[in-house]
């Protein structure tokens, strides 16, 4: 555990201290867990660091609402006690949020972006507030059918042994958790200040992705000069977890590419 800002943040180190760093950001819902599917694909001698954000897994929760500069600010507290600079950051969802506003803000931290199944924005405030509606009324698992339709492919879903483990993933989630950084999800707009950003950027997406579709994804590493938009076929909003060969089959040239 690592104490970043007002609380203590769950981080996970593998690797050599001394190897390029690649940092992983989770998404709503999730933990750190959702990237297990892709580390084996990894190329050795970097050094991986993996953390749950602020209200999930075992990270602390305060209680709701986050800002977003207070989700920004907890990854740039993680890099700044590990005395990391010059990151690739990985970011899924929410987790790509964070990516874009900690390139824009913290921008010595952050040397390349993969940003997975996220955007500059998502959705609308309305929707998030009729979210979070509901969730304060009938609990996560009210809204949990809605949001693995999302998440995954059909063929996923089918997959009824697998599904249920990510269906306790999201329903375990705290629900401080879950609303605070949904809220912080319905106020942030990054349009302005990603289009601002120069640096390496790879956009990967799932086509059955239901909460970010392919064409918000691509309108998004759009914005960023010479970037790279990959497209992983019959998966959905996680395709770390859905297809995470294809998804290394991508990232790892990207990483490759890179400047040391």
């Known amino acids: 555990m690592l104490e970043t800002q007002d609380i203590l943040t769950h981080v996970q180190i593998s690797g050599p201290p001394s190897g390029p760093v690649l940092v ?152 401080e958790g879950y609303l605070g950084c949904s809220a912080a999800i319905a106020q942030t707009d990054l349009v302005e200040s990603t289009a601002r950003l120069r640096l390496p950027t790879l956009g990967i997406c799932g086509s059955e992705d239901g909460s970010t579709p392919p064409d918000l994804v691509r309108e998004t590493t759009d914005l960023i000069p010479d970037s790279r938009f990959a497209l992983i076929r019959g998966a959905g909003h996680l395709p770390c977890v859905e297809a995470p060969a294809e998804v290394a089959s991508h990232l790892l040239p990207f990483l490759a590419g890179l400047k040391t």
């Open 24 to 175: 992983f950001a989770n998404s709503l819902g999730t933990d750190l867990r959702v990237w297990d599917a892709l580390m084996p694909f990894l190329p050795a001698g970097m050094r991986v660091i993996r953390y749950d954000m602020r209200g999930h897994g075992r990270s602390a929760c305060p209680p709701a609402p986050y800002p977003m500069v207070e989700l920004v600010g907890d990854l740039a507290a993680v890099l700044d006690a590990l005395e990391v600079r010059s990151a690739v950051v990985v970011g899924l969802s929410i987790g790509g949020m964070v990516a874009q506003g900690l390139a824009a803000e913290r921008p010595e931290l952050v040397r390349a972006m993969v940003l997975m199944d996220t955007a500059a924005k998502i959705g609308t405030e309305a929707l998030w507030e009729d979210r979070i509606a509901a969730v304060r009324a009938g609990g996560i698992a009210s809204i949990a059918d809605g949001i693995l339709e999302r998440w995954f492919s059909a063929r996923f879903r089918a997959e009824e042994a697998a599904l249920t483990g990510w269906r306790h993933m999201l329903t375990r989630t705290p629900v």
